[in-house]
């Protein structure tokens, strides 16, 4: 997995989650809900449930159902088995335009020769919503995304970022219950892409609608999402905070992918967990365990109680910015990733340390 940075201070503001419209209450339910193509199986027995005013994302690699998921709440594909409820009634038997819900494409699908005001107008206009209402909503929705100024453009004369933008509002307009987004930053570079996480996360706070945006990109759900869904192969790894899937994740897949990880194989005996020459208290049953250790929770050895301390060999660096990941070797053979922020200072033989409750007991994934 691609490397992901150690959390700074602002992405861990981003991830407190933003007030929900109705705490407790679910807008949307899905219930066991399966999909196969012919002998291909996609989905297997997917539970979610979203709260009203909830940013969600379903994070997953190419291939682990996520834009299936979404396409299924949209109306665009039929589950083989499971429901669909939304507010109450059962959505997967109601055609997709009589759902108050919206889509915002990875293409945006943009009409080119209609002026963004147009673009944004069409689909009330479609549904024969008086042109008196449609002047209104469609100014409401280009100001919510910041482009009045653009109205009488066509989708050519602006940017990927601005196209972007009308593609929200045309979906804002029709003033759904629920915004379903399909990976729709993907099309933008890096540094315009990280500004529009952001603005869609602020617009979201802004309009309280219920968000499910999926993507693959993990930075991106840790700094948008109130929870994430893990997707693997069609089925949930787990379903969690940002921080708490970061800090405390479930299984081996959920720890690898999001971010990097030291999967430790240990020996547990008597509450104490072996690995090599190195042992911690842990709460797990004596029996083989695996646990997740964060590169961050490995540092340079200081006096302190209950660390557990072992010693190194460096192996090599990498540069990643504000900080560098180090491969290290104990005596024994185990290797260890550790990430520290004084760069060029782990050198030689050193004497490393980490709290035991970092070693963090994970179930091993399934291949």
Excluded at 59 to 68: A, I, P, Q, V, Y
Excluded at 104 to 118: C, D, G, I, N
Excluded at 170 to 183: F, G, M, S, W
């Amino acid at each position: 997995m691609d490397s992901f940075p150690q959390p700074s201070s602002e992405v861990l503001e981003a991830w407190a989650p933003s007030p929900l419209q109705n705490p407790g209450s679910f807008l949307l339910s899905v219930r066991n809900v399966a999909k196969s193509f012919g002998t291909h199986t996609v989905l297997r027995d997917i539970s979610l449930e979203v709260a009203a005013g909830e940013f969600l994302t379903i994070l997953g690699e190419s291939g682990s159902g996520k834009t299936t998921l979404l396409r299924i709440i949209a109306g665009f594909e039929h589950p083989t088995s499971g429901e669909v409820w939304m507010s109450g009634e059962r959505l997967d038997l109601i055609p997709p335009y009589k759902r108050r819900v919206n889509t915002v494409f990875q293409s945006y699908a943009l009409f080119p020769h209609l002026t963004v005001e147009e673009n944004v107008a069409y689909g009330p206009r479609v549904t024969g919503t008086p042109s008196t209402e449609i002047r209104t909503r469609v100014d409401e929705a280009l100001a919510k995304v910041r482009m009045q100024a653009f109205a009488k453009y066509k989708p050519s004369k602006i940017s990927g970022g601005q196209q972007q933008r009308v593609a929200l509002a045309r979906a804002l307009v029709n003033r759904p219950q629920l915004l379903l987004l399909d990976e729709p930053l993907s099309a933008l570079d890096a540094n315009l892409r990280r500004q529009m996480q952001m603005e869609l996360k602020a617009l979201q706070r802004e309009v309280g609608i219920t968000f499910i945006f999926v993507t693959h990109d993990q930075e991106e759900a840790m700094v948008m999402s109130d929870r994430i869904a893990l997707l693997r192969a069609g089925e949930l790894e787990q379903v969690a905070p940002p921080d708490e899937i970061y800090g405390r994740p479930e299984t081996s897949y959920a720890a690898q992918f999001i971010g990097r990880t030291n999967l430790l194989r240990a020996e547990v005996r008597s509450g104490v967990a072996y690995v090599g020459s190195i042992s911690w208290p842990t709460t797990a049953p004596s029996r083989s365990a695996l646990f997740s250790l964060r590169p961050e929770c490995i540092r340079l050895s200081h006096s302190g109680q209950e660390i557990v301390r072992f010693r190194a060999s460096v192996l090599d660096h990498s540069f990643h910015g504000a900080s560098e990941l180090v491969r290290v070797q104990t005596s024994d053979g185990q290797i260890f990733t550790v990430r520290s922020s004084q760069r060029g200072m782990l050198r030689g033989e050193v004497e490393l340390e980490f709290s035991p409750q970092d070693a963090v007991p994970v179930r091993e994934s399934g291949t």
